[in-house]
């Protein structure tokens, strides 16, 4: 009878639709097939598949899912200074990034090439704490304001910050973040400086400590006329391995930065759950401020994960949402130049048992391409780079991505980001290339005719 009423039911799952938790859609339930027999690299390679193996070259043998025309110059002009100043990237995304996972290794990529520590920015108090480990964060005493989660309903976009949230203090509340040694040391153990962002009330004091030193004040607010939307950056400076911050009375607060005086710092702004359209309701008047603060050489924008599904017909809709969403960065920091990157690959349980990449991936892939060409902006197709078709599931199997088939783990994330770290210095090479191309063709049509 037990085993009838576990055939019957799994049976009845079979038939339901497709159900969407989150970030995870859950698997059709399909009894009728063997259990799936997951492609290794190996066995692929044995087939012929050109995108047997993922390989650190992909950025330069897929050169042609690149548009020709936009580029990366400035961002590759201050490539050439950052000896001598910070370079500072913006990198926005979903869940794939959350807990610094890709983003952790294209930093310390650039950072190695270029110079650089810290870890950029870290929210106030994080969910992802407890697993990113490119930081300690101690924080306590904070009300979270979130543009998308169970706490988005006391959530007043007009408030909110960079990263899509804000953070109030309750009495008792500080800030306790550290540099580690436990991942790329050498860059994140220390830092030169660290800026708080916040917005303050009148009576607000703060006071802190570096590296375990005595509290001294900081900061206080006796300005009554301050405006309500205010951003202040509080910078400490020194040879920084450990701050600490407490806050006594009201304000809103949004980030720590961790940064030298020169070389790379990439800030990392995951949004879990978000097709990136939260990134669009930030108040301009708040990027325009951040823009003067914190000025961004590059911004990566990297969503999808979210949008994507077999059941979606046309992703017209999204692309026109989100161009305006771009055309706002472009406005409000008209400096930086600008990377689309595409979603990446997404796989499912076929009905031959197989994991395929998911009806719709794609799709999606193509509408972010054509966006990136309307805006006139770098695009750059990571579920291509990846290995393409089924190539989430090859990193399954090879333990450097979940079980959902959807995110990438820790290990993944190193894969990945040496390929956008790659894909960055091959175009560098290349805009150098064709620099060099036009100034001999100049060259050559200014000399005169015999």
């Not at 978000?274 to 990134?279: A, E, L, T």
């Amino acid at each position: 009878m037990l085993i009838l009423m576990v055939v019957a039911a799994l049976i009845g799952l079979h038939y339901l639709p497709s159900i969407r938790i989150g970030d995870y859609e859950l698997r059709q339930v399909n009894i009728w097939e063997g259990p799936a027999d997951v492609t290794t690299p190996a066995s692929t390679a044995s087939q012929g598949s050109k995108d047997a193996t993922i390989t650190t070259d992909s950025a330069e043998t897929r050169a042609d899912t690149v548009a020709a025309t936009p580029s990366l110059h400035h961002f590759f002009s201050m490539l050439d200074s950052a000896r001598l100043r910070p370079v500072r990237i913006a990198y926005f995304g979903d869940s794939f990034i959350e807990g610094d996972i890709m983003t952790s290794a294209l930093r310390n990529l650039l950072q190695q090439t270029y110079g650089g520590k810290g870890v950029g920015w870290v929210d106030i108090q994080s969910s992802t704490a407890g697993f990113r480990t490119t930081v300690i964060e101690l924080s306590r005493g904070w009300q979270e304001h979130n543009a998308i989660g169970s706490n988005s309903s006391a959530f007043d976009p007009e408030l909110q910050g960079i990263s899509g949230r804000y953070y109030t203090p309750t009495p008792g509340a500080y800030i306790d973040i550290r540099g580690q040694k436990r991942v790329y040391g050498e860059q994140l153990d220390t830092m030169q400086r660290a800026t708080l962002y916040f917005t303050p009330s009148p009576g607000m004091t703060l006071t802190g400590s570096i590296n375990g030193t005595a509290y001294q004040p900081l900061y206080q607010c006796d300005d009554d006329s301050i405006a309500p939307d205010t951003i202040v950056a509080l910078t400490l400076k020194g040879k920084i391995g450990r701050v600490r911050v407490n806050v006594d009375g009201d304000g809103r607060f949004y980030g720590m930065a961790f940064e030298s005086w020169r070389g790379i710092t990439l800030d990392s702004f995951p949004m879990r759950g978000s097709p990136g359209y939260h990134i669009g309701a930030i108040p301009e008047h708040t990027l325009q401020q951040f823009a003067h603060l914190r000025p961004y050489d590059l911004i990566i924008l990297h969503f999808g994960l979210n949008m994507a599904s077999p059941t979606v017909k046309t992703y017209q809709p999204f692309k026109e949402r989100f161009k305006k969403c771009i055309e706002l960065y472009k406005r409000t920091f008209p400096n930086a130049s600008f990377l689309l990157v595409s979603m990446n690959d997404r796989d499912v349980r076929g009905a031959d048992g197989q994991f395929h990449t998911m009806d719709g991936v794609l799709d999606l892939v193509e509408i972010q391409r054509q966006m990136a060409e309307e805006e006139g902006i770098m695009f750059w197709n990571l579920q291509q780079a990846m290995g393409g078709e089924g190539s989430m599931a090859r990193l399954q199997a090879e333990g450097k991505a979940n079980h959902d088939y959807t995110h990438i783990n820790f290990r993944g994330g190193e894969v990945l980001g040496k390929l956008l770290f790659d894909f960055l210095q091959t175009e560098r090479l290349n805009e150098g290339k064709r620099a060099e191309n036009a100034d001999e063709t100049e060259q050559n049509d200014s000399k005169p005719i015999d």
